[in-house]
């Protein structure tokens, strides 16, 4: 099976590429490299450098290399930004994933698998947060996505489209083999921040906010291996090939770790201190966001398999011998 994977050079498209070829499956890249990292491909995959919304190139590429499903990864991912420029979000998420669709769609391609987001959920006021909930994003970034998912639900409806969409929770670790790992810029999660604080000192790490109505006052998330994630990816296509269906997942360990309790696993993991302080809250965090992962363990048999410690073990071994 060809699968393409469009953001196949960014963070967790490259896992899943590596995914899919230790699977025996073809995996074919489509990336912009303007967040996709060109070290990160393996040399003997084909690589297309261009654009989703580029219609030519993306038939070119059906066509040539005899594409099956589709995992569309590439998508700008910063909250933050967002808020500033939804305007960037809006395009790039939403309408050129439309642009993706379409073309797709015209070449007969109906199996999708689309990178979700726990914040297409808000800040539900909850312990689990399963898939039976609304979606009330609060930021333009979980818009866009959910604009996506509610596209996806009318075209399958209209044209026969086949999809699941994962709703990651925070995606965290890196390949065992340290070749490959999270290399955001400017790098924003929690993970990366504080094991880069133990290898250079002067960046301490900023925790956003102590004064939460939570156990120790700091904010509480599900971190779930990029390894976990991209084994979904592939259970639910074989689920929508399957069962002839659509779908979505929410995808977390269903453990909430606080923003202390992390730093704590890093300086476990590496035996050394993290350098941090307590700082002003960041807009736009929920307190709170834990997933109720039942439905995708029900329907696709699927499990978080790494642990918190295992999770910071590849995250720590990547920060330290990382080239890009
Ligand atoms: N966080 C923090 N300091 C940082 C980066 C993140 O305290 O430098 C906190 C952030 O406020 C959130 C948690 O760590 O509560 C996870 O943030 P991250 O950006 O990794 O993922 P998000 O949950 O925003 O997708």
Known sequence: MNI????????????????????????????????????????????????????????????????????????????????????????????????LLNVLLDNNLTHFIFSSTCATYGAPDVKKISEKLPQNPINPYGFTKLAVEKMLADYSQAYGLRYAALRYFNAAGADDDGVIGEAHAPETHLIPLALQSILQPARQLKIFGADYPTPDGTCVRDYVH????????????????????????????????????IISACEKVSGLKVNCQDAERRAGDPAYLVADSGKAKKILNWRAQYDLEKIIATAWQWEQKRRY
Request: glycine fraction near 8%; hydrophobic fraction near 35%.
């Open 4 to 99: 393409l994977v469009t953001g196949g050079a960014g963070y967790i498209g490259s896992h899943m590429v590596r995914y899919i070829l230790r699977h025996g499956l073809r995996p074919v890249i489509l990336d912009n490299l303007v967040y996709g990292h060109k070290e990160s491909i393996p040399p003997k995959v084909k690589f297309y450098r261009g654009d989703i919304a580029d219609q030519k190139l993306v038939t070119k590429i059906i066509r040539k290399e005899k594409i099956n499903a589709v995992m569309h990864f590439s998508a700008y991912a910063f909250v933050g930004e967002s808020v500033l420029n939804p305007r960037k979000y809006y395009e790039n998420n939403f309408s050129k994933t439309q642009k």
């Open 226 to 261: 990029v390894y976990d994630l991209a084994a979904a990816h592939l259970q639910a296509l074989d689920h929508i090939m399957r069962n002839k269906t659509s779908d979505c997942f929410n995808l977390g360990s269903e453990n909430g770790y606080s923003v202390r309790e």
